[in-house]
C-alpha cells in the first residue's frame, strides 16, 4: 500500500511545476492549511479565486485520487506534525506531547487495518534476506531499529538508510530477498558525487 503522509512535503517539491491556478491552491494550504483540509470545494476554490476543476487537477498533481484524499492526507500531515508547529507551555506540554502521540497511533492503526499484514509476514518470514531501505530522519532510524529487532530473531537482514548503496544492493537479489521500503514523502533527493 503507498500512503503519502507527508503531503506538505509533496506539494513544496512539486510547486514548480504546477500551473498558475494549482499554485494557488497550494499557497492557500500553505497559508490556512486548517482551513483547506475542512471546507468543501467550493469554499476552496472560491478562497483560492480558482475553479473547482483546478482544485481537483491540484490534488490530482500532488499524488491524491480527489479533493475528498487531498483534505484527508492534509488532516493526517497536519496531526502527525502539529508537535512542531504549535506552543506547548509547561503546564500542557506532557499533554501536548501525549495527545500527538495518540492521534499519531490512531491513525497508523487505520493505516494497518487496511494493509495486507499477514503477507508481509509470510513474505518476510520466508525471505532469503531481507533489506530495508530508508534514507533521511525518520526513515533511517525506522530502517535500524528494524534490523535491530528482526537479527534478534535470528532472521537475515541488514539496513541501508542511505539513497546510493540500496541502489547497487537491489541489482544483486534474487527472488527469494524481500526488500522493505520506508519513506514518508516517498521522494528522496538525488545527490550528486562528490568530484575527485
Known amino acids: 500500500m503507498t500512503q503519502d503522509i ?10 514548480a511545476g504546477l500551473r498558475d491556478a494549482e499554485k494557488k491552491v497550494a499557497e492557500l494550504i500553505f497559508a490556512d492549511i486548517d482551513f483547506v483540509s475542512e471546507a468543501s470545494i467550493n469554499a476552496i476554490a472560491e478562497r483560492a479565486e480558482v475553479s473547482e476543476a483546478s482544485v481537483t487537477r ?5 499524488g491524491c485520487d480527489n479533493v475528498r484524499d487531498l483534505k484527508l492526507r492534509l488532516a ?3 496531526a502527525a506534525g502539529r508537535r512542531f508547529i504549535q506552543d506547548a507551555g509547561e ?3 506532557l499533554h501536548a ?4 502521540a495518540c492521534q499519531t497511533l490512531s491513525l497508523n492503526r487505520e493505516l494497518m487495518e487496511k494493509a ?3 503477507t508481509a509476514v509470510e513474505l518476510l518470514d520466508g525471505a532469503r534476506q531481507i533489506l530495508v531501505f530508508g534514507a533521511g ?3 533511517t532510524m525506522l530502517a535500524q531499529e528494524l534490523q535491530f529487532r528482526l537479527v534478534r530473531l535470528g532472521y537475515a537482514i541488514s539496513a541501508y538508510p542511505q539513497s546510493l548503496l540500496p541502489r547497487m544492493v537491489a541489482s544483486t537479489l534474487d527472488h527469494d530477498d524481500v526488500i522493505v521500503a520506508l519513506s514518508v514523502s516517498g521522494y528522496t533527493p538525488k545527490r550528486s558525487m562528490p568530484r575527485s
Do not use: E, P
Open 91 to 93: 503546564v500542557n506540554g
Open 97 to 100: 506531547v501525549y495527545d500527538i
Open 76 to 78: 493526517r500531515s497536519l
Open 58 to 62: 491540484f490534488a490530482r498533481a500532488v
Open 6 to 15: 507527508d503531503i506538505l512535503s509533496r506539494i513544496t517539491n512539486d510547486f
Open 116 to 118: 495486507d499484514v499477514s
Open 137 to 139: 530522519g525518520g526513515s
